[in-house]
């Protein structure tokens, strides 16, 4: 009995436990979302927690929580730096869905509550946050990767992109009909909206090496895979590199990241505290270190600025643990609609940090708020790190980027194995998606519009025709000109290119043309990186003195609106040879020869000191183009390349020498000239181009064969001529120019209240030009020489420089409207010459980011 007693004790013991046990463990659990008031964009690491208890977490990317605590809790508060902090009453012991909103709060901009600080105007002495930021920048050098002694390790790239924000009638469309599978639905809260059509996935995988002192780096390519379409109207290689300078790598200990081809202020870069505020929001232990989140945001929200929170490792390093970055949607930004960065690094056993995983999420659109767009989310995971390079000697001989064997042609089974990380299969089906869409009929019809619009030409399988913008033009010489060109693709041949076009001018009742033929020397595209190839070409056509003639876009429509007298023109018949051969090292020459007849039309005349009029000179020579643009990049389209502009500089140098009497040339005579080009980035303060150029002739020539500085007289504003200057005003047979552009950004015009809103951008630029004719060239002081041309008054029109140079300059407006340039030239010398502006209004179609 006693022992019976006992054991119903101990049982109903257990129960009451067992069921105390369940009583006391009830908790309170709150999840939701919590987004932005003003655009519904999910908020990632707002401080979630329970009033009145230790529970308190972070949201996610998405802006989702989930927070549990005692069965107490009954009020859920929201905390984000910059933001009204709001706290919501909740139902103690029960699970509940809380979604938030939360808004800008202007006045915490000012006064912030900053860990071990007063309260009080935000400012940077004594601030333990600013403290911490200057120690994180002080050690920035010591934590980046680029300053490891040796590392080599696996980099894995995945790049996707989305037609976004889309809505049902869309996806109703007829064209969609039948593929209706290749929409993809997401969270209504997450960038891009919830209704997405994936249109391009690309996967890299690489193995990278890099040594310090000597400064050597190498990549080899082992597995490349992207959706490819139709090659005969899109360029599948210059896609990706478009795409790729868009979701641009971010490393932020540079000074100034480039992120959507803008540049940013970096928030541990030298100047930081300068722009940014700072706070100290959190501190946060792990399982291996303690890390310190320091918040940070833009001083004034509309510079191209960021915000955000770095994590940084209290252990004495002052290196970054994890980093979450966004932008204000108040920068002054075109088209760009959301941009969420998120960092993760790993601790090496050496206890040094690297970035492990980067995921940068980009959303562009028309309108800032709504309608489609498209959506870009670029992966990059690094991983099985070596601090040690065997064999270094072997290991960074031959090409700094090598490509493995088969390497773009992996098999599903190989990128299964060697992925860094886990694909999900929604994801990977765009490959075979965009391929069996690329077969439809009506896909196919919307590419041949799409690359007529952005290449400019019509792809018709085994030739191309174009460019359409040059089928039509007009000028006093030939009224109108009508124009149709084209040339072969490499459907025709991949060794044999052939190109031309054929023109006709209504008043001057003239043919005119162009026809070349080239032959690949390495089997590829003479048009694609890198060129090796011979080329034969003849042309016969018109352009005025001083105006370039740039290839096949010389008679576009745009320049042929012209101000000022413009009845000075040249039929030219060129003949021309070429060997043009690029380097990985973006070394690159032209070795050339070229017969050059020009003859005279209209008001031009080419006249002795006698009187006597020459119908035409010719000269024949032999030249060498050599250019060096280190670390160049570039887009690589179907019919041009676009220089990506950088830090290093770009030489260019031309030698020719002319031959008198081979193939009827005139004239004997050596042309030295080259040109530097620079770009430097000014942080805040914006990006300023300088341009510097030289030459010297040697020998006696008539002054067509000197230099001609380039003139713009035009109503679009170039950039690398003189828009005040007339066509043929000057010449030189020495001379040194320097032109330098510089854009500020918006860094004015941001702070002032209500012009702000418009988002306009500062430009200001600066251009001068001095040289002069030696006495041998001087016609004035040599009868037989042509001499300057005059107008119908007899006033001379040509000029030489005096004792002072020609100088120009310009202020003026971007982003009007978001795609125009708009300059205030002003001429400041040799205002005496006859037809001469001193004040000009130009544009320049420029479309920015």
Not at 101 to 128: C, F, M, W
Not at 287 to 295: G, H, K, V
Not at 402 to 415: E, H, I, M, T
Not at 650 to 663: C, Q, S, V
């Amino acid at each position: 009995m006693v022992f019976i007693q006992v054991k119903h004790i101990t049982t109903l013991t257990f129960l009451l436990i067992l069921f105390s046990g369940s009583l006391f463990s009830q908790t309170t659990k709150v999840s939701g979302t919590v987004t932005e008031a003003s655009t519904g964009r999910p908020m990632p690491y707002v401080t979630v927690s329970l009033t009145g208890t230790p529970a308190a977490t972070k949201t996610n990317n998405q802006g989702k929580y989930e927070i549990a605590g005692p069965s107490t809790a009954a009020k859920v508060q929201f905390h984000y730096i910059g933001y009204k902090s709001l706290s919501i009453n909740i139902k103690p012991g029960t699970e509940q869905v809380v979604n938030i909103r939360l808004a800008e709060d202007t006045q915490s901009l000012n006064q912030v509550d900053i860990t071990t600080a007063k309260h009080g105007r935000y400012r940077n002495k004594d601030n333990p946050a600013v403290e911490l930021i200057q120690k994180v920048i002080a050690h920035k050098e010591l934590n980046r990767m680029e300053n490891f002694p040796q590392l080599s390790y696996r980099h894995y790239d995945r790049l996707q992109v989305s037609l976004s924000n889309l809505n049902a009638n869309y996806r109703n469309k007829k064209i969609f009909r039948n593929y209706q599978y290749l929409f993809q639905t997401q969270d209504s809260s997450r960038i891009g909206g919830k209704l997405l059509l994936p249109i391009y996935l690309q996967e890299k995988l690489s193995q990278k090496y890099q040594h310090k002192n000597p400064d050597l780096d190498k990549t080899v390519l082992l597995a490349n895979k992207q959706v490819k379409f139709d090659s005969l109207v899109i360029d599948n290689q210059g896609l990706a590199n478009y795409l790729e300078r868009m979701y641009e790598d971010v490393d932020l200990y540079d000074n100034n990241i480039l992120i959507a081809t803008t540049q940013f202020l970096s928030p541990i870069a030298s100047l930081a505290p300068s722009f940014y505020k700072f706070f100290i929001t959190d501190t946060i232990n792990t399982a291996t270190s303690r890390l310190i989140e320091l918040s940070f945001m833009p001083r004034n929200p509309a510079d191209l600025l960021l915000n955000g929170k770095l994590y940084i490792a209290d252990d004495g390093s002052y290196a970054i643990s994890k980093a979450f970055i966004t932008i204000s949607n108040k920068a002054n930004l075109n088209f760009v609609r959301g941009v969420e960065l998120s960092q993760e690094f790993s601790q090496m056993p050496d206890r040094k940090y690297y970035l492990h995983k980067s995921n940068m999420i980009v959303d562009f659109g028309i309108s800032q708020q709504r309608g489609r767009g498209f959506t870009g989310q670029r992966t990059q995971v690094i991983d099985q790190l070596e601090t040690q390079i065997p064999n270094t000697d072997s290991v960074f001989s031959g090409k700094k980027l090598a490509v493995a064997p088969g390497a773009y042609n992996r098999s599903d089974v190989f990128w299964s194995q060697n992925r860094l990380e886990q694909v999900p299969d929604s994801t990977l089906k765009i490959y075979r998606n965009i391929d069996s869409l690329g077969k439809s009929k009506p896909f196919k019809r919307v590419m041949t519009v799409a690359g007529i619009l952005f290449n400019g030409y019509y792809n018709a399988g085994l030739f191309e025709v174009g460019p359409i913008y040059t089928f039509y033009g007009f000028n006093s010489l030939e009224g109108l000109k009508l124009r149709l060109g084209g040339r072969t693709t490499t459907a025709f041949s991949t060794r044999y290119f052939l190109e031309g076009y054929v023109g006709y001018g209504v008043n001057d009742e003239r043919w005119k043309g162009l026809a070349s033929v080239a032959y690949s020397l390495n089997n590829k595209s003479i048009y694609t990186y890198p060129q090796s190839f011979l080329r034969a070409s003849v042309q016969r056509d018109t352009y005025a003195p001083g105006r370039e003639l740039r290839g096949n876009t010389e008679d576009d429509f745009i320049s042929s609106f012209r101000r000022g007298v413009n009845n000075r023109f040249l039929y030219n018949d060129f003949y021309k040879f070429e060997y043009v051969q690029e380097f990985e090292n973006r070394f690159s020459f032209n070795l050339g020869f070229r017969r050059w007849t020009q003859r005279p039309a209209m008001a031009l005349r080419y006249f002795n000191g006698n009187n006597e009029t020459l119908d035409a000179i010719t000269s024949t020579e032999f030249n060498l183009s050599m250019r060096y643009a280190p670390q160049e990049k570039f887009y690589q389209g179907k019919r041009s390349r676009v220089a990506v502009n950088n830090k290093y500089p770009i030489f260019n140098l031309r030698y020719a020498a002319g031959f008198k009497g081979l193939l009827g040339g005139q004239y004997s005579y050596h042309n030295l000239s080259g040109t530097l080009d620079k770009r430097f980035y000014l942080s805040q303060l914006g990006i300023t181009d300088l341009k510097v150029e030289g030459g010297y002739i040697f020998n006696k020539v008539p002054y067509p064969l000197l230099a001609i500085h380039k003139a713009n007289q035009s109503y679009a504003y170039q950039i690398n001529a003189f828009n005040m200057m007339n066509f043929l005003e000057f010449v030189s047979d020495h001379y040194a120019s320097i032109n330098i552009d510089h854009g500020f950004g918006g860094f004015f015009l941001n702070k002032i209240p209500l012009i702000k809103r418009l988002q306009l951008r500062e430009h200001a630029s600066l251009k001068a030009v001095y040289g002069g004719v030696r006495d041998e060239n001087n016609p004035d002081l040599d009868r037989s020489l042509l001499q300057f041309q005059t107008n119908t008054l007899g006033q001379k029109t040509t000029y030489t420089f005096g004792n002072v140079p020609y100088v120009e300059g310009s202020v003026g407006l971007g982003n009007v409207f978001k795609f125009l340039r708009l300059d205030l030239v002003r001429r400041f010398n040799y205002l005496d010459h006859p037809d001469v502006p001193k004040w000009g209004l130009r544009a320049k179609f420029k479309v920015d980011l």
